[in-house]
Nanobody
Framework: EVQLVESGGGLVQAGGSLRLSCAAS????????IGWFRQAPGKEREGVSC????????YYADSVKGRFTISSDNAKNTVYLHINSLKPEDTAVYYC?????????????WGQGTQVTVSS
């Protein structure tokens, strides 16, 4: 059974940092790309970053470049999203997802999400 379990969300003040984790199981980690998406209330889901576990290639949405860093620990089957200089507009539920290719729109497998709330 494929499982993606996010953790690390919470309430943080603007300007602060967070590290989100996505622990994956049930599939061959190196064969998949792991992406992070977010969905704010009343807004469409947005793909923010993605990493290919096989070679470490990374992708970022323009809206988060320079503040978000995605990384992978293949020994732990875990992908991290480091978020710096948090802004109130970063408030959203953050989901990790897995698919063969990175996509800003969809993925085959999804986690349950972790809430990030940024106070001003």
């Amino acid at each position: 059974e494929v499982q993606l379990v996010e953790s690390g969300g919470g309430l943080v003040q603007a300007g602060g940092s967070l590290r989100l984790s996505c622990a994956a199981s049930g599939f061959t980690f190196d064969d998949y790309a792991i992406g992070w998406f977010r969905q704010a209330p009343g807004k469409e889901r947005e793909g923010v970053s993605c990493i290919y576990s096989s070679d470490g290639s990374t992708y970022y949405a323009d809206s988060v470049k320079g503040r978000f860093t995605i990384s992978s620990d293949n020994a732990k089957n875990t992908v991290y999203l480091h978020i710096n200089s948090l802004k109130p507009e970063d408030t959203a539920v953050y989901y990790c997802a897995a698919d063969v290719y990175c996509s800003a729109r969809s993925a085959e497998y999804w986690g349950q999400g972790t809430q990030v709330t940024v106070s001003s």
